[in-house]
């Protein structure tokens, strides 16, 4: 089947303008994970998604970053205002209770560059 | 809050010789361990995991880790290294089996010929 896929794979904007990143899960995934990896700061936590409960957002850098995800599947991650420390490569992951052991299946992501 | 740390930046190692990434995590209990690799431009590829029994874990790839609880550690290794595993590795934690993972910085594997 496929795996997660993001859109765009790249988006190059400028300083101030908002951005959306798309997320698409594994189908029957129910936890989606969205990450940043920068070269300063490594692999970091944004947000964490499991099925209806309240998202874990306690990775969000500032509160110009929020995402949603709709109808249990599709995320976008929205940066307001973006800055020239936003640029990184954005990763989204799912995985499912059903398999377990919390083996998060990653995509290719999507790398942001704030001019 | 648990941490990772991976303290070789680069390793540069010959085609056909074997390899050691190391992994240390400062965790109050038993986490679950993971090992991922990024080839360039290419997302996150789970190599292996380990949550509980058999502190020898093998993986995709030839790939194997030891988990040594005294040790705190979670070493990935390879008896012989080709030079398609070039990449970057990323050894991550988790407090539970259903929680977000905390990376560490990964160590870059170089091949040579």
């Known amino acids: 089947g496929a795996g997660v896929s993001q859109s765009p794979s790249n988006k190059v904007t400028e300083k101030g303008k908002d951005v959306e990143l798309r997320c698409d899960p594994i189908?029957?995934?129910?936890?989606l994970y969205w990450y940043r990896q920068s070269l300063g700061q490594g692999l970091e936590f944004l947000i964490y998604f499991q099925g209806n409960s309240a998202p874990d957002k306690s990775g969000l850098p500032s509160d110009r970053f929020s995402a949603e995800r709709t109808g249990g599947s599709v995320s976008t991650l929205t940066i307001q205002r973006t800055q020239q420390e936003d640029s990184a490569v954005y990763l989204c992951?799912?995985?499912?209770?059903?398999?377990?052991?919390?083996?998060?299946?990653f995509g290719p992501g999507t790398r942001l560059t704030v001019l | 809050a648990q941490s990772v740390t991976q303290p070789d930046i680069h390793i540069t190692v010959s085609e056909g010789a074997s390899l050691e990434l190391r992994c240390n995590y400062s965790?109050?209990?038993?986490?679950?361990l993971f090992w991922y690799v990024q080839s360039p431009g290419q997302g996150l590829q789970l190599l292996l995991k380990y949550f509980s029994g058999d502190t020898l874990v093998q993986g995709i790839k030839g790939f194997e880790a030891e988990f040594k609880r005294s040790q705190s550690s979670f070493n990935l290794r390879k008896p012989s290294v080709h030079w398609s595993d070039a990449a970057e590795y990323f050894c991550?934690?988790?407090?539970?089996?259903?929680?977000?993972?905390?990376f560490g910085k990964g160590t870059m594997l170089l091949v040579s010929p």
């Open positions: 965790y109050g209990a038993t986490p679950y």
């Open positions: 189908s029957g995934h129910t936890a």
């Open positions: 992951a799912s995985s499912s209770r059903v398999t377990g052991g919390n083996e998060q299946f």
């Open positions: 991550a934690v988790a407090p539970s089996g259903y929680s977000t993972l905390t």
